[in-house]
DNA sequence: CGTAGGTTTGACTGATCTCAAGTTTGGTGG
DNA sequence: CCACCAAACTTGAGATCAGTCAAACCTACG
């Protein structure tokens, strides 16, 4: 082993520290996993439906995203990803991928050979259980997404989205939630909430009218926080930062 | 142990041993699970939103939903469950309830102690395969509902789900798909779809029109099962009965 | 400096919602 | 056994949010 290969996964571990307290015998762990490192431009497929996975993989550096398709060919964005994600953790016990993932930016991901993974949780309860709990907040942000897209209006689901994205940046240590630049077009946002992108083009502009956010192209700045979260709906208790 | 303990959790391990291959030991060790029964009547409350949370919900006998709202008090049911279903197992490594359980019909669940739970799973493999296997479908299943809800129009969104409740009911060995009676009301599957009940009548009733289905109140017959599949768009490998 | 992808604008359309009323059904008590 | 009631279901008409289509405008990049 490298140390090469310990600085690679440091966002990893990072991440996992966040969800369960890791010692440093679970940490070296992390980091001796084997892996085969990648970088992918934007749009980049790095999963599609229908494949047979052997890897799980680890996005270490840009932005991505998972989504699914319907037979007439509509995309639906399922969720957004930033450098520490574990893209498809699900791969560890269903070994055919039923969405497929994209880079959203030029990305570095780690493959990691889902047996190794496997071992890795069953040794090391630690990090099991870090794994296990980033899982089931993966799925209650997917419920959250349902109620979304669901529920809300338009000008509500994309606020709710952007807020999601500014606090999961946030706590991934990526900047400030008050100012930021979006990774993902407006075409991306709207297969995201189920909207056209010349919806979801207005309901910028609205949100920006309202005095919610600023707006320059893609960089964002949300003025006053609590209209914001007003706007969206927005409670951040399903992303259970607090365990 | 008594042996009415072991008849109780009989539904429990079917379902959890067509997820992973358990011994008979390990069934031993599911069916001497600790656990507090209880009777519920349709539309009783099992989990509320917020709620601090200590035991785990295995429903035996009935049906359940799971449900979240919006601040202005919407609601969307994100899922709906089956005898032999766990109801909630995030709240294994997850202490707070994101989101609100309520049972359709009447139902039996047992209450488990999420400090057993966690040291089955942590001492038998086979039972923590199969119950994050089950967690991870869980996943599968919201995200297809976010392309449902988010992507298709109002006639595949109800034909969708219809086959889901169909298939899922057949696989826990509840009756043949062809035939059934739903559980819910039409104001359920609006909920359950992002639609208005007076929406889904209509939809409901062009479905029949349609050929697809015949229905008699809540009596489902689906007549053409091909049809109803491409009327709701509906793939299932996303449920990954296959593993 | 030409091009492609992304964004913005306007006019029109349409799927789904809202509101309002009526009907059927299953359960309950007299 | 029947009358009543509440919940669920059904029907109709009008309103609206978001989609569609078409075109123009940026702006980063080769």
Redesign the pocket.
């Known amino acids: 082993m490298t140390s090469a290969q310990n600085d690679a996964f440091g966002v990893l571990v990072r991440k996992l520290s966040r969800l369960s307290a890791l010692s440093e015998a679970d940490k070296l762990a992390v980091a001796e996993l084997p892996f085969r490192m990648a970088t992918a431009p934007p749009?980049a497929h790095l999963v599609r439906e229908g494949d047979q996975v052997t890897e799980c993989c680890v996005l270490l550096r840009g932005y991505a995203f998972r989504y699914k398709t319907t037979a007439d060919g509509n995309r639906q964005i399922v969720s957004f990803h930033l450098a520490g994600d574990i893209l498809d953790i699900q791969h560890l016990l269903l070994s055919r991928a039923d969405h497929g993932i994209e880079t959203l930016t030029e990305a570095s991901v780690a493959w990691v050979p889902t047996t190794a993974l496997k071992t890795l949780v069953e040794e090391r309860r630690s990090v099991s259980e870090a794994i296990w709990r980033d899982a089931l907040i993966d799925a209650s942000i997917f419920r959250e997404w349902v109620l979304n897209v669901g529920q809300r209006?338009?000008?509500s689901?994309i606020a709710h989205m952007l807020c999601e994205f500014a606090l999961r940046r946030e706590t991934a240590g990526l900047g400030t939630p008050e100012r930021f630049e979006?990774p993902m077009?407006?075409?991306h946002i709207?297969d995201a909430t189920?909207?056209?992108?010349?919806?979801?083009?207005?309901?910028?502009?609205a949100l920006a009218n309202d005095g919610v956010l600023e707006?320059d192209?893609?960089d964002v700045k949300i003025a006053d926080w609590e209209l914001m979260r007003k706007a969206g709906d927005f409670d951040a208790s399903y992303l259970h930062m607090a365990a």
């Open positions: 749009g209006d338009a000008k689901r979006l077009s407006q075409q709207a189920g909207l056209t992108a010349i919806h979801v083009n207005r309901m910028l502009m707006r192209r893609r």
